[in-house]
């Protein structure tokens, strides 16, 4: 008589359909199942003990002990028969007298069943997905405790699988919040790359706002030189001072041109140790040429011989603005002195111990309030019409005295006259070579 295989449970589909939802199948051997396996062959006194699931047409092993093979087709699976009664423990105590089993190649063949019990593990949702089965090759029978152990180890199973399925769901969650923020830090890092290029476009206008102001000072000078030699065409002499104070102011806008090039393409100010008096004085003419014919402009030059570290440009350039501001605030009359001493601070709130360079540049002028002087340093403010002025000069000058390691400051009151002092960190002196240098 033919083996006759076990029919398919009415929840056939359900049961495949929750099966595959675990996604176990045909998945590598895992400790907590093989355990499983060992603690029923011990229970049990067993030789072979499967975690056994049955699949549409196959019975696949997740775990396996006393066996070579993983996998029997469905229609020789005792479990097959076993999920047929999802709450009982199938029991084949020898299954060359069970009907059922007597002529299946599992038992006249290798590996030669006689004996065998299965306690379905069931789904949440009550199906029965297979087996935990113990084995044995001789007739043998199953104790009420045994088969009470064997349902808990399927109980077990049945939690595993769920736990198993929770951490592969939650393992799926992690990798899409790892994509997720994977994606995120790109989008933050486009955004920066976005803040820093529109950091650079606005550093970038700021500076060429910045020496578009310098610049406008030296056309200033230039146009004041050009109209005195104008003035003065029948006295060589004369219109030779004049046109030297206005190749000054070309050669003087030109460094601010090359400087703007230079912070364009990143190369950096560049930095020597400067005698601030020495250049002062060499640039008198220029400086005065500012300030026009009405503004008295005097030099007090008293720290000499000893280096500033920062740009020329830079430094001129700030002059230059100091003075400008003066020329306006005086509406073109009064008087000016430039002046450099030597500081030695020690406990001052905002600069460093040490000696400093102080380079200041006094007017008579009407003076500021106190309110109006704590905003001259704010980028962007003026107290000029529109279209008269950036407002970026005496910011530009305290970015230039911070460079240095100093800062600028300011000392005024209404009718008083405003001075401006520049705080420019000592790097030490210089010698006379240095200086014809």
Known sequence: MPHRPAPFPDDEEERVLSLEHLGILDSAPEQNFDDVVRLATTLCDTPIALVSLVDRERQWFKACLGLDVRETHRDLAFCAHAILEPADVLVVEDALLDPRFQHSALVLGEPHIRFYAGAPIRSDAGHPLGTVCVIDTRPRTLSE?????????????????????????????????????EQAQARHREAEESLRHARRVSSLGMLTASIAHDVNNLLQVLGSSLQMAQLRARRPADVERFAQTGLQAVEQGGKLIRQ??????????????????????????????????????????????????????????????????????????????????????????????????????????????????????????????????????????????????????????????????????????????????
């Open 145 to 181: 405790p045994q088969r009470q152990a064997l349902q808990a180890l399927a109980r077990q199973t049945a939690a595993l699988l769920q736990l198993r399925l929770l951490e592969r769901q939650r393992e799926q969650h992690a990798t899409v919040l790892l994509g997720e923020l």
């Open 260 to 437: 703007l090039l230079a912070n364009v393409r990143q190369d950096g100010p560049e930095l020597a140790c400067i005698d601030i008096s020495q250049h002062l004085e060499a640039a008198g003419d220029l400086l005065a040429g500012t300030l026009g014919n009405d503004i008295s402009l005097s030099f007090d030059l008293a720290a000499r011989g000893v280096g500033v570290m920062c740009d020329e440009v830079q430094l001129q350039a700030v002059v230059l603005n100091l003075l400008s501001n003066a020329r306006d605030a005086m509406h073109g009359r009064g008087q000016v002195l430039i002046a450099t001493h030597q500081e030695h601070l020690v406990g001052d709130e905002q600069l460093g111990d040490g000696n400093y360079l102080v380079l200041s540049v006094q007017d008579d002028g009407p003076g500021m309030s106190a309110e109006l002087a704590a905003k001259i340093f704010d980028p962007f403010f003026t107290t000029k019409q529109a279209g008269k002025g950036t407002g970026l000069g005496l910011a530009q000058a305290r970015e230039f005295a911070n460079h240095t390691g100093g800062d600028i400051r300011v000392q005024t009151a209404p009718g008083v006259g405003t001075t401006m002092r520049l705080y420019l960190r000592i790097l030490g002196r210089i010698s006379g070579v240095d200086r014809a240098g």
